[in-house]
């Protein structure tokens, strides 16, 4: 070693990299198939843009992007986010009440489509006494002051505006939601190691300080991915809301418009393009939660960033 | 240190058949005001095989205290059954006077509450094998979280109570690393003084030093003997010999649930009465690492 010169010692590499000529005609093909589709997204006249455009910034439909969609998909995953996680921790309580309500109610509403949910809520005003007692909130209220005198046909038909409004809208996607999130929010709690609440108790934390502090935001990290992926769900399952009926709402307001001018696939697309904008808008807010919450795992940068970079790094093997 | 004033509580009653059949005549007549741990016919199963069959122990105030012995045999059970992360079967157990997880009405025993099992941890430090550090918490935090959480301390007082206990465990330059970012010997004396953050009266550690590779041991152990020098009263499960025979006051040897062996460690290391404790130690003597 020592009697070879440095001229004989390797040096830097500068090696040809492998060559992908697969690649480059993968893109000639794609940019071929793309040509074609923005020849026909631009001449085809069944698109007619500037439809598209003017319809897109109708108030009604204003209105009912903001408050059928984008509204109740932000108060129905609150209520649907809370609710699971409550849900969850009842399911992992050592008490058998609580886990068991949390099965029953799992159960159901897994079982029913979110259509018929919705459907069937918006008849609940008409069909009160039963309706009530699914856990609504102020449904104690309202029951017991139909019990009582003639006052109640007013606060049937407020129960009737309830359940078919928009608060019907948040109620019914919000439960179903919980159903839902409750089993990601149980498989986040599991995922955290079991030694971490058994740290926590041995400071002398209680079973909910051990909960709220230790545990709940470790399991962050695995229940917001999966979460994401509900809330932009939710942003198309508010299309349903039609069978409350809310027609407040951006597909219908949408649709309608098409039928009443005879320009149905125009307005199709307005609809696709807003929804395709609203989901961009929450999954930005979904890397940040995912960043938020990646605290103190893996690489500083957050685990977002690590997953993007092996992503990358993968594509760049083939 | 001292307990002048002695809880007046009624001295507790002989293990009952609620809890056991075998019981010592007056397991505790005499309340010894050294005594901080007292164990008495301590025994747990688990899905019906017993792990511990009626493990005695005291413990005195200052006390350190190293559990010995082979892997199964119960070491790290009665750890846990000491600050209740266990229930146990039968037998009692007393740090302090306090009966752990029950309270005594009239003869019959009542088992406590969670939180009020949760206040009788905190005089319990623990420091676990794994060391169990909050990874979403830098070490500043995780020191923090009992004191400020728990004992609902000011958080300006806390913080500057967790910097010193970091100094004191020669970290005082990791105060706002995450666990992730320390080596294994770090985390582990982070882990020691989250525990020392709620001044316990008693610190349990469970084989601190077997998850570490073998040139981060010493600075952990040097933490512990510190603490010993400091006049901790410590249970100590380890397989450090080396440890054992300096630091410990007494040493415990356990094998298939019971106590065989105990005595300072001249005599229960260097000299052991009992076949199955001379032949662990050999095995501990030709590969640390079987047992
Ligand atoms: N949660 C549990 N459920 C069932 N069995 C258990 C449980 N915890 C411990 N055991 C069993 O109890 C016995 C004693 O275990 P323990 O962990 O107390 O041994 P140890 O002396 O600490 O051993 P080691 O040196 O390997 O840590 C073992 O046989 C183990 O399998
Ligand atoms: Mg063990």
Redesign the pocket.
């Given at each position: 070693m020592s009697e070879r010169t440095a001229a004989e010692r390797p040096g830097r590499i500068d090696a040809v990299p492998v060559r992908h000529p697969l690649r480059w005609v993968a893109v000639a093909v794609i940019a071929v198939l793309v040509a074609m589709f923005l020849n026909m997204i631009f001449t085809n006249e069944a698109f007619n843009w500037s439809f598209v455009f003017e319809a897109m910034q109708q108030t009604p439909v204003l209105r009912g992007l903001w408050m059928g969609t984008v509204l109740v998909t932000a108060l129905a995953m609150v209520v649907g986010i809370s609710g699971g996680v409550i849900l969850a921790v009842m399911r992992l309580s050592p008490n058998p009440v609580l886990s068991s309500v949390a099965w029953v109610f799992t159960w159901f509403f897994r079982s029913v489509p979110r259509l018929v949910l919705l459907t069937t809520m918006g008849a609940l005003g008409i069909l009160f006494q039963q309706g009530l007692s699914i856990g609504v909130p102020f449904g104690k209220q309202i029951m017991s002051l139909l019990g009582v005198d003639s006052s109640l046909t007013f606060l049937t038909l407020d129960a009737n505006q309830i359940f078919a409004g928009i608060w019907g809208g948040v109620i019914g996607l919000g439960l179903s939601e919980a159903a839902y999130m409750a089993e990601i929010a149980r498989a986040g709690i599991m995922s955290v190691d079991r030694g971490q609440a058994e740290a926590a108790e041995a400071i002398g934390m209680s079973r909910g300080q051990t909960m709220r502090r230790i545990v709940l935001p470790q399991a962050m990290r695995v229940i917001v991915p999966p979460t994401g992926n509900e809330t932009i769900a939710m942003v198309k399952d508010t299309s349903l809301l039609i069978g409350l009926p809310l027609s407040n709402e951006l597909f219908y307001q949408l649709s309608s418009i098409g039928s009443r001018t005879y320009q149905v696939f125009p307005a199709f697309v307005a609809a696709i393009l807003f929804y395709l904008a609203i989901t961009s808008i929450f999954m930005v807010g979904q890397y940040f939660l995912e960043k938020r919450f990646g605290r103190g795992f893996g690489q500083p940068s957050g685990a977002a960033d690590g997953r993007i970079a092996r992503l990358l790094g993968r594509s760049q093997q083939h | 240190m001292s307990t002048t004033a002695e809880p007046t509580e009624p001295t507790p009653p002989t293990p009952s058949s609620q809890l056991t059949s075998q019981t010592s005549p007056s397991a505790r007549a005499d309340s010894d005001h050294r005594r901080l741990v007292h164990a008495v016919n301590v025994t747990k199963a688990f899905h019906g095989t017993e792990v511990l069959k009626g493990i005695d122990m005291d413990v005195h105030k200052g006390e350190v205290v190293c559990l010995l012995g082979p892997?199964g045999s119960g070491?790290?059970?009665f750890l846990r059954c000491i600050n209740q992360l266990e229930t146990i079967d039968g037998g009692r157990i007393w740090v302090d006077d306090n009966l752990m997880g029950y309270v005594d009405k009239g003869g019959r025993l009542h088992r406590l509450h969670d939180k009020e099992i949760a206040a009788q941890r905190r005089d319990i430090g623990m420091v676990f094998?794994r060391f169990n550090l909050f990874p979403h918490m830098t070490a500043l935090q995780n020191v923090m979280e009992g004191p400020v959480q728990v004992k609902g301390a000011n958080k300006g007082q806390a913080k500057a109570r967790a910097k010193e206990l970091l100094d004191r465990v020669g970290l005082g330059d990791k105060h706002g690393a995450y666990p992730a970012q320390l080596s294994g010997g770090q985390q582990q004396r982070v882990a020691i003084a989250r525990a020392l953050a709620m001044d316990p009266k008693l610190m349990l550690f469970?084989?601190p030093t077997s998850a570490l590779d073998p040139e981060l041991v010493g600075e952990v152990l040097d933490v512990m003997k510190e603490l010993a020098k400091a006049g901790m009263t410590m249970i100590v499960?380890t397989h450090e010999m080396s440890f054992a025979r300096d630091v410990a006051d007494r040493v415990v040897f356990m094998d298939a649930g019971v106590v065989v062996e105990e005595g300072p460690p001249s005599q229960c290391i260097d000299a052991p009465q009992h076949e199955r404790t001379r032949r662990f130690l050999q095995r501990m003597r030709q590969d640390p690492k079987s047992v």
């Open positions: - | 892997s070491k790290t059970t094998q469970d084989e499960v």
